[in-house]
């Protein structure tokens, strides 16, 4: 399927190059040779996506390499249209690069496509002879009745050797000719025989009504019998036949003219691929064009913020900004209704509520509303498709997919147990990949294991989805210890948000006593048992040494994320390891309320509300809680009173999800918690310290994200060194209010990594910097205010990585630098107005590792001659700059 994601790409690609061609000045020569060589590329690449055919395996991969080009090169136009026009160097690499990619292009064209061209072309000879035997075949089984009954003949030319030249011809004329070709036949009656659909195929999709035929009443299913079964679904694999009639029931009750049809749902049970079916409507030619590309899909999960998704819709679909009280939107409004009074498609994903369902519904003249459920809504979705399980041929394929990473069984396996497994499955797509990818590689009496317990599940629960629950439940059973315990902590985040991958390991270090090493570990595991969402490049950049977790997150596929609660949710309240609110709510669940009084055993406790008062709380008791993870969408929050009843809490995780940073009360409580080690503070604003802070022994990280500071520095006199004496870890990303950081952070002598990064009005670091005698590892990236580093820095003897990347406004560098004895590693890309390196340079023995720019990386190759060890890494990667714009 690499010729259908290629079309895709090559398509967005040419959108993009002319914008570049319209917008830049630098760039603009090379986005036109790239244009004129993705232009003689498209009408080819498209071709060949549009005829169906399944290629060979080393042909899927010489396609496969193209569409990573066509990928990187789209990536590359999109980013020189974003570019700001006065940033000159980025204009020239971004150019360079577009250069680069041209002449591979150029070459893949003249080497591989004479071989596809010829290797297609004998597809299809052997192709349409066997098709033609079908059909012939078929003719002679044809009931004489039918042929009295025959509607006028087919004008076509006759001949003694029928289709002998045809397969020949095909894909060798234009196909605006192809239509045209006078096809050889027989004497054929035209009778209620489906002509039309026996000749499917035979002439390019794009034009089949210029072929004049003969059309009646077919007697049998020729259309079904010769219907591909492949449709490009989820990542390009194939889903089955039975999606794909899915997919055309749903367009005919989109397109409909009536308006009692304006309402269409889609229902089915976690995990069967009612999203992947949605975006594959979204993608369809005929939607897009009947909607004129006005398609607006959004994602609800169980706890949306209707107001601000409902002003962002009205205003997308209207062309109006929505001004006035509260952020309503006028009756006015709602009743002139949008600008274009052509019809538009409001596709809403993963609907939990009914309420939610109203309040989101505009009823105005054109607008259809796609629903996404797992549930159905009678009263307002007239029509809803609900989704049909794979059938066994496309569930046996999905599973070997992720089981054997083949297409079929291989033949070393016992058969007829794999197929018992996937029988076992039920045909839910994400049970079969999930359940196939957690036997891959296993022995067969761990796949006979599995089966058995498979089988046993279906009798625990009536519903169909608790029984689904109950299957998935065996796939974890495969995981080591603390791999599954690492797995069921992943329910304790939201459904829906992303899971900041630094919070993540953090946890599980606190809780599990693992290394950092050990911690990542278990999420590349995770990943490639496709429990979790992990990027592959997200992956290996932070799996390296000296890698910050920050930029990177992890999702969970809803259903998973049911599957770790089902689990947690075995034992009674009380005795439960993980104490979880599944959904945001207004206050603490009534369960909870009444087991108040009793001792709670839950090591994890995981709380999802709105704005809360003091008169919300009620006591509880949590003596064995070591993380408490809090998830708040408010102004205001007043934190929980039980925190003082925390003795052995290590890990406080508090995360706002609101539209604006929350103002913290109680803050008394943080007094008692004597064994806190790790703080991670997210869209919060952080008030002043106060002088009486009782000192947090025992706190290593603070990691502030997204947080407002002002307050919190301005006029403090605290003395950080007293009450952080441990600190060892401080992370602060996107606070963009910080503009210079206290200088009694230069006190805390156990600090041994400071990460700072996208804090755009950060312009310098104290001058006492060179006091943090323990510092190892320093991070001040994507700051551009900072035009110097102090030039105590070089003080650091025990610093062994250095990240100033992407402070393009970064002019020098500290004349000593060469005094970094223990310097191992320097991230310097993106800094564009640096123009040369500190003669000390070379004084750098332990220097292994240099990421830079093409331009400074000629200074770094000349001190290659005094540091043997030291490798030059001229950055490839061009890292996304839109902060720049914002």
């Known amino acids: ?130 098709r033609f035997d079908r059909i012939e075949r078929t003719l002679g089984v044809t009931d004489a009745s039918a042929v009295a009954a025959c509607a006028p003949k087919v004008p076509v030319a006759m001949g003694s050797a029928p289709f002998a030249g045809f397969p020949m011809m095909e894909g060798l004329v234009a196909p605006a000719a192809a239509a045209k070709i006078p096809v050889a036949m027989g004497s054929v009656p035209s009778s209620g025989f489906p002509v039309a659909e026996m000749m499917e195929g035979l002439v390019p999709p794009a034009i089949p009504t210029m072929v004049p035929m003969a059309v009646g009443k077919a007697p049998f299913p020729m259309a079904d019998m010769m219907e591909g079964l492949v449709l490009a679904g989820e990542g390009g694999k194939p889903v089955g036949v039975g999606i794909k009639v899915g997919k055309e029931r749903v367009k005919e009750m989109l397109m409909a003219s009536s308006d009692r049809m304006a309402v269409v749902g889609i229902s089915g049970i976690g995990g069967s691929g009612k999203t992947t079916l949605a975006k594959e409507i979204c993608r369809d030619p005929q939607i897009r064009s009947y909607f004129k590309d006005r398609i607006y899909f959004e994602t609800l999960s169980q706890s949306p913020n209707l107001e601000t998704l409902k002003l962002k819709l009205w205003e997308q679909i209207s062309g109006n900004m929505v001004l006035g009280a509260y952020n309503q939107i006028p009756q006015w409004q709602m009743e002139l209704g949008p600008r274009d009074k052509g019809p538009f498609l409001v596709v809403l994903d993963d609907v939990w509520s009914l309420s939610e369902l109203e309040e989101l519904i505009f009823r105005v003249p054109g607008c259809k509303v796609l629903v996404v459920s797992r549930f159905k809504f009678p009263s307002v979705v007239k029509n809803t498709y609900e989704m049909e399980l794979l059938g066994e041929e496309d569930a046996l394929f999905l599973f070997c997919r992720a089981a054997f990473e083949q297409q079929s069984i291989p033949f070393t396996v016992d058969k007829k147990l794999v197929k018992q497994v996937v029988e076992e499955c039920k045909g839910l797509p994400l049970a079969l990949k999930v359940i196939g990818a957690s036997l891959r590689d296993q022995p067969p009496k761990f796949w006979l294991r599995a089966k058995n317990r498979l089988a046993r599940g279906e009798a625990i629960c009536e519903s169909h989805e608790n029984k689904l629950l109950e299957r998935m439940a065996s796939t974890i059973e495969f995981l080591s210890g603390k791999v599954r315990e690492c797995f069921l902590d992943l329910g304790s985040f939201p459904e829906d948000k992303k899971i900041p991958l630094d919070a993540l390991i953090n946890i599980w270090m606190e809780l599990h006593d693992l290394d950092e090493e050990d911690a990542f570990a278990i999420l590349v595991e995770l990943s490639n048992k496709n429990l979790l969402t992990l990027f592959k490049d997200a992956q290996n950049r932070a799996g390296d040494i000296y890698s910050s977790y ?291 340079s070379s004084s750098l023995k332990s220097l292994g590792h240099v990421i830079c720019d093409e331009d400074i990386a000629f200074f770094w190759k000349e001190a290659e001659r005094d540091i043997p060890d030291l490798r030059v890494q001229v950055a490839e990667e061009c890292f996304n700059l839109d902060w720049l714009v914002e």
Request: glycine fraction near 2%; aromatic fraction near 6%.
């Open 1 to 130: 399927m690499e010729t259908f994601f290629s079309g895709e790409i090559a398509t967005e690609l040419m959108k993009e190059l002319i914008k570049v061609v319209r917008l830049t000045y630098l760039c603009r020569p090379a986005a036109e040779q790239l244009k004129r060589s993705v232009d003689s590329l498209l009408p080819i690449v498209q071709e060949i996506r549009l005829s169906g055919v399944e290629l060979p395996q080393h042909r899927q991969s010489q396609l496969s390499e193209l569409a990573d080009h066509l990928r990187q090169a789209l990536d590359l136009a999109r980013k020189a249209a974003a570019s700001p026009r006065w940033n000159v160097y980025r204009s020239i690499q971004l150019a360079r690069r577009m250069e680069q990619h041209d002449r591979w292009i150029t070459r893949w064209i003249e080497r591989q496509m004479p071989a596809h061209v010829l290797a297609d072309v004998h597809h299809l000879r052997v192709d349409y002879a066997a």
């Open 550 to 840: 920050m930029e990177f997150s992890v999702t969970q596929h809803d259903v998973l994320r049911d599957l770790a609660l089902h689990v947690n949710n075995q034992k009674p309240l009380n005795t439960r390891r993980r104490l979880i609110m599944p959904r945001r709510e207004n206050e603490l669940p009534k369960e909870w309320e009444r087991n108040k009084d009793e001792q709670l055993e839950a090591q994890i406790v995981s709380i999802n509300t709105g704005e809360m008062k003091e008169s919300d709380w009620f006591q509880m008791h949590f003596p064995k809680a070591e993380v408490l993870i809090l998830n708040v969408s408010a102004d205001m929050y007043f934190l929980p009173p039980f925190l003082s009843s925390m003795p052995k809490l290590k890990t406080l995780v508090l995360i706002n999800y609101g539209t604006s940073c929350t103002q913290l009360q109680n803050l008394s409580v943080f007094t008692s918690l004597n064994n806190l080690r790790s703080l991670w503070l997210e869209k919060i604003a952080v008030p002043p310290l106060p002088t009486t802070t009782v000192p947090l022994q025992n706190l290593r990280k603070v990691s502030l994200v997204l947080c407002e500071l002002r307050n919190s520095a301005r006029g403090s006199k605290v003395d950080l060194s007293l009450t952080l004496p441990r600190l060892s870890h401080l992370t602060i990303d996107h606070c963009i209010d910080l503009t210079k950081l206290p200088s009694s952070i230069c006190d805390i002598n156990s600090l041994e990594c400071i990460s700072i990064s996208n804090c755009h009005d950060l312009w310098e670091l104290p001058c006492e910097f060179g006091k943090l005698s323990s510092l190892k590892i320093l991070r001040v990236n994507a700051c551009p205010a900072m035009k110097r580093l102090p030039q105590s820095i070089c003080q650091l003897k025990g610093l062994k990585y250095l990240d100033i990347s992407q402070s393009f406004n970064l002019r020098e560098l500290p004349e000593e630098l060469g005094h970094l004895i223990s310097l191992e590693k320097i991230d310097m890309r993106e800094c564009s107005q640096l123009r040369t390196i500190p003669r000390s």
